[in-house]
């Protein structure tokens, strides 16, 4: 393969012809680097964050389904044909990036995060991951260390939560200007 | 001939500012502070393409602040589809660029192919890409009355609007509806083709190049359009690579990268058409770049009508009876149609667990979709590569030497859709 010496490679996954390297959180910025300056990839086309909790579990997200079967008191709803595969923590970010050049690829850069774990930002590596990296800790709570604008980016700066977890209600959310401000 | 051109370059070094790339901020040194005025430019202002706020610091008439706040037009798309199932999800991606309607809707309909392993009809493939095209020359002529009545020249407007509304009626005779189609399904298309849509479109190919010469006819020779746009609103090649733009506004500094040739996906291998490159990265270029690209696209239109009508009476969906819906007329006589088709409706198909990213060219750029499934019938993750939002993160960069009258020019140039910025 190709990416053996990324620093900090965890694994590397084939899967519907894209390639995923794993990295390790701490080694990001280094292997964020070989892959610009080694690699050619020079384009950062997005940081896309996951929340992963409650993956493969029942009840969650829209799921009333059961492992075995269907759920007779959830009409529509129907299990797993077979239990997705388990994830290492409950966040990933994937960065994919793109090499802009006479010889075009793309690949999945990724790592992942326990709940409040910090990475390091990779806007020293490309400018455009400002806005990318403040929507996903304004999405999933991801905090970025040494981003140079760590703040909301699409909700308001005084929002509670983070609209994309899993765990974030959909629909009832606390009324606003409701008289005791 | 190399993608990134540098022989010509626009301008020594980097223009991103430093620590904060998206955001300049006004140099001590340079002004005093006592000089600058911050004004609050938008959101609910004509000129900002819908409701992006810009707060910019002034000196005198010089910009030599800027920073950009979105959010405004935020409506949680990615988080309502993880809600739908994956036959619902389809109507959701129109709405996120209403500009470039069909592209979002192209983006996430290829994706949920990718996971599902789907090959699709050839008529479906070459009517996507007739579509697409007519929706990018839609776009373009939305940004081009659009920006142009934003400095000045208002009749552009209604001339681009006129030959907008013809696509619109195409449109509306294919799917039903002039915008938020819909008419892109898993497995294809969501009806046949109707007749009388191929004379139509071919007399609209007729037309448009006359339209477009007319608009060249108003602005190429207009002192007032050259000089409010050349030299404008600079982007050299090497930072807006950094900075992860695409589309027209990478063309427009010299980088030759359009994923239709650099990544063939729908028939874009099997149609002849040019990707229209400038150098001089500024508001002319982008708008050149537009330009010659509707030219091309009609061309591909022309292409892809040619090959549909051979193609009559050929399926228009695939024909997998786990995804696609079954023939309407089945539904009395078979059983197992109707099955199909209720529990299609109600639970929707299982897409196989795994995640892919999906980008077409879209007429702002790589437009993408990263998708997670965990083998059930609904979305896990939907996240969209918007190019808008990218292209705002370079307005920082574009503000060297630029006027409070030029930055609507800048930001008209980089046609951002707010729908599409803030999703």
Redesign the interface.
């Known amino acids: 393969m190709a990416y053996e010496g990324v620093p900090g490679l965890v694994e590397t996954r084939e899967a519907f012809g894209e390639t995923t390297l794993v990295v390790d959180p701490a080694r990001l910025v280094e292997a964020a680097t070989h892959l610009r300056d080694d690699a050619g990839f020079n384009l950062l086309a997005d940081i896309a964050a996951a929340d992963y909790l409650g993956w493969a579990e029942l009840g969650v997200a829209g799921y009333i389904g059961t492992a075995g079967g269907r759920d007779l008191n959830a009409p529509g709803s129907q299990g797993f044909a077979r239990r997705p595969l388990p994830k290492p923590k409950r966040f990933s970010l994937s960065y994919h990036l793109l090499r802009v050049s006479d010889d075009p690829a793309r690949i999945r850069l990724q790592v992942w995060l326990d709940d409040g774990e910090a990475v390091a930002s990779v806007v020293p590596v490309w400018p455009t991951a400002d806005w990318h990296e403040r929507e996903a800790y304004d999405m999933m709570g991801i905090p970025f260390e040494g981003h140079p604008n760590l703040r909301r980016i699409l909700m308001d700066d005084d929002w509670e939560g983070h609209p994309l977890r899993k765990d974030y209600p959909i629909g009832g959310e606390p009324v606003r200007f409701s008289g005791e401000e | 001939m ?3 051109d540098r022989s010509r370059a626009i301008y020594e070094g980097s223009r ?1 500012p430093s ?5 300049l901020s006004p140099n001590p040194a340079e002004v005093p502070f006592d000089d600058i005025l911050t004004v609050n430019f938008g959101p609910n202002h004509p000129s900002t393409h819908g409701v992006l706020r810009l707060i910019v610091d002034l000196n005198g008439e010089q910009v030599v602040g800027i920073s950009a706040v ?2 405004y037009l ?1 409506t ?1 798309f ?2 309502t589809m ?2 739908k199932t994956w036959w619902k999800g389809v109507t959701y991606p129109a709405r996120v660029d209403y500009v470039s309607f069909q592209y979002n809707e192209l983006v996430f309909v290829l994706a949920i192919e ?2 599902l ?1 789907l090959e699709i009809p050839r008529k479906a493939t070459w009517m996507r890409m007739a579509l697409c095209e007519l929706v990018r020359i839609h776009s373009h002529l939305v940004y081009l009355g659009t920006s142009a009545l934003e400095i000045g020249a208002i009749s552009m407007f209604w001339y681009t609007f006129r030959e907008r509304d013809l696509i619109l009626d195409l449109f509306e005779m294919v799917t039903g509806v002039r915008m938020h189609t819909r008419y892109f399904q898993v497995g294809g298309l969501a009806e046949d083709i109707p007749q009388g849509f191929y004379a139509d479109a071919r007399a609209f190919c007729k037309r448009m190049p006359k339209a477009i010469d007319e608009y060249e006819a108003l602005l190429d020779d207009n002192k007032i359009w050259l000089e409010r746009t050349r030299g404008v609103g600079l982007l050299s090649a090497d930072d807006a ?4 733009q ?1 589309g027209p506004v990478l063309r427009a500094s010299g ?1 030759d ?1 359009d994923l239709r040739k ?2 063939p996906y729908l028939a874009y291998d099997q149609v002849d058409f040019e990707v229209p490159v400038y150098h001089g990265g500024d508001v002319y270029d982008r708008y050149r770049v537009r330009m010659d690209e509707m030219r091309e696209s009609i061309r591909i239109v022309a292409q892809s009508i040619d090959r549909l009508e051979e193609m009559q009476g050929e399926p228009w969906i695939a024909d997998d009876r786990k995804v696609v819906l079954p023939p309407r007329e089945e539904l009395h006589t078979s059983m197992e149609s109707l099955i199909h088709h209720f529990k299609i409706v ?2 929707g198909y ?1 897409v196989p ?5 999906v ?1 077409v060219e879209s007429p702002r750029g ?1 437009s ?1 979709v ?1 998708l ?1 499934s ?5 979305p ?2 939907v ?1 969209f ?1 918007a190019p808008s ?2 292209a ?2 370079a307005t920082a960069s574009c503000m060297k030497d630029v006027a409070i009258a030029d930055l609507v020019a800048v930001i008209g140039s980089l046609d951002a859709v707010m729908g599409d910025t ?2």
């Open positions: 190399a993608v990134v991103i620590p904060i790339p998206t955001a979105i959010g935020h949680g990615e988080k993880e809600q990718k996971l392993e690579i950094a900075l992860g695409s980088v990268w650099r990544e109600t639970e299982r667990e795994g995640e892919v990213y980008a790589e993408g990263y997670v965990d083998g059930g019938p609904k896990w993750r996240k590569r939002f990218v705002l993160e803030d999703r």
